[in-house]
């Protein structure tokens, strides 16, 4: 997926590609598919130059998403409400998921070499 690479995500990030995912939420899909689709919408919305456009009307992505929020595949549903987390993060405040974790991470692996006094 190209909008989950960072080198190539810009390329993709762009309205006429969010109105076209927009459209595709229409349309009868397996649930790969679609399973696809919502993971493609999540990497535009980690971006917050993107949540504008997504949320403008003539794309509406809030609002198409809905009748996916209680979808019988765990997968689905769960992308799609991290979507919606980041359209309703402000953008002064977003961080990218996964940072947290991983300063976590690496205080816990600081303190596993530190002696027993220090820690």
């Not at 992505?61 to 409400?81: C, E, G, Q, S």
């Not at 692996?109 to 820690?119: D, G, N, T, W, Y």
């Amino acid at each position: 997926m190209y909008l989950s690479d960072q080198r190539t995500r810009s390329a993709f990030m762009t309205p006429s590609v969010a109105a076209v995912l927009s459209q595709l939420t229409q349309q009868p899909l397996s649930d790969a598919t679609l399973s696809n689709l919502v993971l493609a919408i999540y990497f535009m919305s980690k971006v917050s130059s993107s949540r504008e456009y997504l949320l403008s009307p003539s794309v509406g992505m809030d609002r198409v998403l809905v009748p996916f929020t209680n979808h019988d595949n765990a997968k689905i549903k769960a992308n799609v409400n991290r979507v919606y987390k980041n359209l309703n993060s402000d953008i002064n405040e977003a961080i990218e998921e996964g940072a947290v974790a991983t300063l976590i991470a690496m205080s816990l692996e600081v303190c596993m070499h530190l002696p027993l006094s220090a820690a």
